[in-house]
């Protein structure tokens, strides 16, 4: 894994700046530092290394393709490289390689394909900037699924101008010394609703993030253009263009109408020989190599097959909380002593969980507030003290049905769908409008009756998870992306909720997250649930086996159940979470969450109603009712703070 920089029509002491972007993702890249500009420096790019595969100088970057045409920073993996570098070979665009790393399969794959039909020869996780000195274009582009991320955007120049810069992390705009690091007042909103900023917006005016399965190409002189909000569709303009070259909402809509035709034995048998197949390229790497293993359905799956594949002992990880009420130690360690790996657990101490809480904020270089992100920070840090690379179980909620806000919104759509929306409309009306709404209960109900639609039903269960008023000062018309995601798309519920999740809040949270917190340590995850074929198979898959009256994951559990006897397994799941609300109640957290929500500091600052702060602040710790937004409060003054101090004011 790797972190890549660049700067185009860059007027600024380039040297300076992108050598200062570099060093901002040291983490991300311990092992090398690599700069490539163009004769006349105004197309830099910059790269730090994680040498993963090709320990060599051979696979340092940036890369120049054989015939120095491409130039690319490129930060992943790509698992088929060597079925695509034999291609190559033996079609006779390549007569030998000079290295044995993906990073000259993939360049060489573009200087022979073209970007786009590159791109979805391959599988794997990446991003990349990808020059052509012959035409003068910049390629970005990102994996299918947002795996690995890529922000992009406009910095002043001094002469009224402005450049054009990209980085693996957000954080690396403030580097340069040009840059205003305003804060986008219209995107906490956004925030404020999921406790992330989705794509393509950012915490910082005029950067963005590059959406997944995208290209971005940009052409000489690079002139500024304004970013759609949403991106369902390919779009172009003077000097640029915008296309996809896989979309998640097409792949889902066509497997909903190609759905498997076997029965769910079959099914289970096909998915755990894709599932295998990509566990095996994942598991390709000249560098140690483990995987995270907890107590569920979905990693314990990965460790299995891993298992199964590997000729030794898998290294597998776990961290337990002296909490027994937040605790999967023992489990993942019945399941490890089952399947025979080679497991190591570490108990963190309250104290010692505490300790990394006011420090992450900064790992995610803007407002990001899902709570597990302090226990995947510990786990990925004991885990780096023993291998460089890991494999997750991330995915298998969203591909297979698992959550359980799934059957709830089935239930409640099912319940609420035979009454005209006009008629609930006018229902939700005189409930909110009358004194009904002082009782929470009723308020909520009567917010859920305005629902035009299942996932319009999910996005206002989000929207009434608290009972306060605004968070943010500013109103904003900013629609996120899964507002962009029309009703019955799908044509059933719980394959749209699905595909909500997997197009928004698995990228820009789940994946967000694993990625920022194993790259503050050095550490590369994979995610085999991820790979493109298993992803388009589990589109295919019909409801019945995805899930029953009683549990999701149907098909996922019938592989599992192979290789782990099922009462080890059918035991309630705790969830990869901490005691949150303990611990903002007492101790030294406490004193932390009443500095950052200090009614006089709330003014000072002018971002949040201070009334509405204190409401939650008081729900906490005199009602005992904690709300997740509550954290996101704590999240985003505590990136606040942290910007003040590197960048002044607020």
């Known amino acids: 894994m790797c972190g890549i920089s660049g700067l185009l029509q860059y007027k600024g002491d380039w040297d300076k700046s992108i050598h200062a972007m570099n060093a901002h993702m040291k ?41 120095g045409r491409y130039v690319m920073a490129y930060n992943g993996e790509i698992y088929d490289f060597k079925k695509l570098g034999q291609e190559l070979i033996e079609a006779g665009h390549v007569t030998a390689f000079r ?86 007042r219209d995107v906490l909103d956004l925030y404020f609703t999921y406790g992330y900023i989705p794509a393509p917006y950012t915490i910082y005016e005029d950067v963005y993030k590059l959406e997944p399965g995208s290209i971005l190409t940009l052409e000489e002189p690079y002139a500024p253009f304004a970013v759609p909000p949403c991106l369902t569709k390919d779009l172009q303009g003077p000097g640029w263009s915008y296309e996809t070259y896989w979309s998640m909402r097409e792949c889902a809509k066509y497997g909903r109408s190609h759905l498997f035709t076997g029965s769910r034995e079959e099914a289970s048998r096909e998915l755990e020989r894709l599932l295998k197949d990509a566990v095996r390229g994942q598991m390709v790497a000249d560098v140690p190599l483990g995987a995270f293993l907890s107590a569920g359905i979905d990693s314990s799956t990965i460790v299995s097959l ?40 570490m108990y963190i101490s309250e104290e010692e969980a ?86 929470e209960m009723l308020k909520i109900k009567g917010t859920l009756l305005r629902a035009g639609g299942p996932l319009e039903l999910g996005r206002l269960q989000n929207e009434v998870e608290y009972g306060g008023g605004r968070i943010s000062l500013y109103e904003s018309s ?7 995601l029309p009703e019955f798309y799908l044509g059933e519920v719980n394959h749209d909720a699905m595909l909500r999740d997997l197009t928004m809040y698995h990228p820009d949270d789940i994946l967000v997250k694993v990625d920022r917190t ?79 929500t200090e009614p006089l500091r709330i003014r000072q600052e002018g971002y949040l109603d201070p009334d509405t702060v204190t409401a939650l602040w008081k729900d906490l710790t005199e009602r005992k009712t904690y709300r997740p937004q509550l954290w996101y409060i704590l999240m985003f003054q505590q990136w606040l703070e942290e910007n003040r101090k590197r960048h002044g004011g607020y």
């Open 306 to 345: 891993m298992q199964d594949i590997a000729p030794g002992k898998v290294r597998t990880f776990t961290i337990g909380m002296d909490d027994a009420a937040f605790d999967e130690a023992p489990i993942a360690e019945e399941i490890a002593r089952h399947l025979g790996t080679q497991h190591t657990t």
């Open 518 to 596: 194993a790259m503050a340590v050095s550490l590369e995850t994979r995610v085999p649930m991820l790979d493109r074929d298993v992803v388009e198979f589990a589109w295919t898959l019909p409801v019945s086996y995805l899930r029953d009256e009683n549990q999701g994951k149907l098909v996922l559990r019938d592989i599992l159940y192979r290789h782990v006897p099922k009462e080890l397994m059918d035991r309630p799941k705790k969830g990869f979470s901490i005691p949150i609300r303990k611990w903002l109640t007492e101790g030294r957290l406490k004193e932390w969450a009443e500095a950052l």
């Open 478 to 484: 900013l629609k996120a992306r899964e507002e962009y």
């Open 354 to 439: 505490m300790e990394v809480v006011p420090k992450i904020a900064g790992i995610f270089g803007e407002p990001f507030a899902d709570s597990s992100q302090i226990p995947t920070y510990l786990v990925s840090r004991m885990t780096r003290e023993h291998v460089t690379v890991s494999l997750s179980g991330d995915a298998g909620d969203e591909l297979f049905c698992g959550y359980r806000s799934y059957p709830s919104l089935e239930r409640i759509w099912g319940k609420m769908k035979g009454v005209p929306l006009p008629v609930r409309r006018a229902a939700s009306g005189l409930i909110l409008h009358s004194p009904l709404a002082s009782k």
């Open 99 to 184: 290295s044995t790393s993906d990073t000259e399969v993939l360049i060489q794959a573009v200087e022979t394909f073209g970007v786009k039909e590159a791109l979805k020869k391959c599988k794997g996780m990446f991003a990349a900037g990808i020059y052509d000195r012959k035409m003068h274009r910049l390629h970005l582009v990102r994996d299918r699924v947002g795996e690995k991320p890529l922000y992009y955007g406009w910095v002043p120049n001094g002469d009224g101008s402005r450049a054009f810069a990209f980085a693996s992390d957000i954080g690396c705009f403030p580097e340069i010394p040009e840059f205003p690091a305003r804060i986008r």
């Open 27 to 67: 983490d991300r890249g311990p092992d090398a530092e690599g700069v490539w500009k163009s004769p006349d420096a105004s197309v830099v790019f910059g790269h730090r290394r994680l040498a993963i595969v090709d320990l060599t100088e051979s696979g340092a970057q940036p890369f120049v393709s054989a015939g």
